[in-house]
């Protein structure tokens, strides 16, 4: 069974940082992208960084760049997303979302649970 | 990057036909073949229902179709159920970034 389980969302200040996990298993994490997804309280869906395979490759949603990275570890079967100077727009339900079953990076057939961020004083 | 515009909400009894609009630019759904769809239930993860504007993964009903002309795709949701109701999101490639709709509250009356 696939399973993508998101880990590390929790209440920060503005400011300040956090680093969400993702954990994969059920498939070959090494063959697939892997995108980072998040939805505002009430809000719409928001793409918001990917990465390669093989992490050779990122990308970012301009609300982002400059502020988060995205990165991987194949040999742990894990996605990461760092995030740094946090603000309250952040605050958001965050998806780890992978193109598994499908090749290249066009739309995502693995999702998990999604892990929530909350950017409060 | 802008978000594609879709209806805030449509409505259809049951066995009844709706369509989902997602008008977009050139920059994105008309450029690109690349526009998918996901339904997400309350407190749940989005699911992909279309991809590559008209292509259903397999266990998704065919009574769920895609399609696009010019800038604006579209998703008919044929033969209505109540396991239906949800909210839908369009998304489509924009060359690096990925744009999604602002999402439709499809009701079952």
């Known amino acids: 069974e696939v399973q993508l389980v998101e880990s590390g969302g929790g209440l920060v200040q503005p400011g300040g940082s956090l680093r969400l996990s993702c954990a994969a298993s059920g498939f070959t994490f090494s063959r697939y992208w892997m995108n980072w997804v998040r939805q505002a309280p009430g809000k719409g869906l928001e793409w918001v960084a990917n990465?390669?395979?093989?992490?050779?490759?990122?990308n970012y949603a301009d609300s982002v760049r400059g502020r988060f990275t995205i990165s991987r570890d194949n040999a742990e079967r894990s996605l990461y997303l760092q995030m740094n100077s946090l603000r309250v727009e952040d605050t958001a339900v965050y998806y780890c979302a992978g193109a598994h079953p499908y090749n290249g990076n066009t739309h995502w057939g693995s999702w998990g649970q999604g892990t929530l961020v909350t950017v409060s004083s | 990057q802008s978000v594609l515009t879709q209806p805030r909400s449509v409505s259809g009894s049951p066995g009844q036909s709706v369509t989902i609009s997602c008008t977009g630019t050139s920059s994105d759904v008309g450029g690109y073949e690349f526009v998918s769809w996901y339904q997400q239930h309350p407190g749940k993860a989005p699911k992909l229902m279309i991809y590559d504007v008209t292509k259903r993964p397999s266990g998704v009903p065919d009574r769920f179709s895609g399609s696009k002309s010019g800038n604006t795709a579209s998703l008919t949701i044929s033969g209505l159920q109540t396991e239906d109701e949800a909210d839908y999101y369009c998304?489509?490639?924009?060359?690096?970034?990925?744009?999604f709709g602002t999402g439709t509250n499809v009701a079952v009356l």
């Open positions: 990465i390669k395979d093989d992490g050779s490759g990122k």
């Open positions: 998304c489509s490639y924009a060359g690096s970034p990925f744009v």
